[in-house]
């Protein structure tokens, strides 16, 4: 017996999407994938695929798993629930560092388990990073100095919410923010609590059903020279003022609507 169908009603339901949406993410109608849903038919292994990694689950715990018995954000942490990570491999055997562009970050939300995006991206190699799995992601805004937008941070990919450290840096790979990198507060039983170094930027939750990868901060590689100003405490205090102005003013605001 297979759980498909009401897995696939179950997980959406969760996500609180469409089935239009969904149905726009796999690149097919509607009515193609209600019939999915209903049980009328059976994807091709092909969309199966494709399915597995839109709702970030195994092809086989989606087929043989009744899922509406599992809290998703336990999804996570399941042992079964591996799906294969894409790595680019260089002529000679060795694991190449996929970048991704800046204007192409939108396109990883969809792309980060098709082999054939991650084939198309640029690829750079750095000896001194061994043992694991590594990709580069550009840094935008301020809100982790010293690194300045357009930095790559190069994470290893991380398998496990166990295996996250507190106080270490992470780049998050979400469905709601899409890539964002910062330093990891605390592990609750449903949420990891986030941080900016930059003290203008308040700290937030993430769910842990919203997660989809975790790198962890291997190396950075900056394309431009730090500056004195970088460091400047003065200037981070004004900064953090203006926030605290901002704050109180969105405070009044939401009171007197």
Known sequence: MSFLSDNMRYLRAQLKNSQQKVADSLVITRGRYAKYEDGVSEPPVELLIRISRYFHVSIDLLVSVDLRKIPLQDLVSLSDNRIVLPVAVSERGHSSIEVIPHKAQMGYLSGYSDPEYIEQLQRISLPFLKNGVFRAFPAEGDSMPPHKEGTLIIGRYVERIPDLKEG???????????????????????ALHVSADNPVYAPYEIALHDVLEIWAFACSISQEEFHPHDFDADQASVKQLLYGLKHDLDFVKKKLS
């Open 168 to 190: 270490k840096t992470y780049v998050f790979i979400t469905r709601n923010e899409g890539i964002s990198y910062k330093r990891l507060v605390k592990v609750s039983e449903n």
